[in-house]
C-alpha cells in the first residue's frame, strides 16, 4: 500500500466505513460523503470486476456496464497487479453465501 494513502485521515474514513452495519446505513453514509456520479462509479468498478473475473470481453463488459475500456483496463490491472482487494471481498461474500 501507499504511504500516500496511508494517513490518520483515511484510517478515520475506513474506521468509519467498518462502524456501518446495514445497506440502509451504508446508504445514509455514502449519499453524505459521496456524489451519485462518484458512488455510481465506484459500484461499476466492482460490476466490471465481477464481470472480468468471469472471463468476459470488454466489449461486453463495456456493453453491459457502460464503462469506458479504460475503466475496464484500469479495473483489469488492479485484478492482476493490485493489493488483491476484490479478492478478499469476494471470498468473504462466498463465504456468507455458504
Known sequence: MSNKMNTPAVDSLFEAILSLENIEECYAFFLDVCTMNEISSLS?????AGMLRDHKTYLDISEKTGASTATISRVN??????NDGYKIVWDRLAKKDE
Open 44 to 48: 461499476q468498478r466492482f460490476e466490471v
Open 77 to 82: 490491472r488492479s485484478l492482476n497487479y493490485g
